[in-house]
């Protein structure tokens, strides 16, 4: 007897590699605008299902997100910026883009739990 179609998709897809709900992400190096870069202690928190990114400044809202087997990109709003984060199971990103100035700050780090 052969398993219904459904079952086997409903089997597969189960079996295929999902992001976590909430995972912490740690930046250990940050380099704003042109300056050279410097030592990070800058932590959030990524929460796919509540749709924000909780930082000790503040929650910022998802916006949108992208996701493929090895890659979230999140892009988000709020405390007087625009933000885009690309994580791969190696290393996070996060660029902050803030209303005034302009002004730019970029975070290399990583994400535990994010795949």
């Known amino acids: 007897m052969r398993a219904p179609r ?24 940050e380099c704003f605008e042109d300056q ?3 030592p990070s202690d800058f932590e959030l928190v990524v929460q796919l299902e509540d749709q924000r990114l909780s930082t000790a400044f503040g929650d910022l809202t ?6 493929e087997a090895a890659l979230i990109t999140l892009f988000a709003t ?5 933000y885009l984060m690309s994580i ?13 100035g302009p ?3 970029q975070y290399l780090g990583t ?5």
């Open 78 to 82: 709020g405390q007087g910026g625009e």
């Open 88 to 100: 791969t199971p190696e290393a996070a990103r996060f660029s902050t883009h803030l209303n005034t």
């Open 103 to 105: 002004r730019a700050v």
């Open 6 to 29: 459904s079952y086997v998709a409903a089997l597969f897809v189960g079996l295929m590699p999902q992001a976590a709900l909430a995972f912490p992400c740690t930046f250990v190096t």
């Open 111 to 115: 994400c535990e739990g994010a795949f």
């Open 36 to 38: 050279p870069c410097a």
């Open 62 to 67: 998802i916006v949108a997100r992208k996701g």
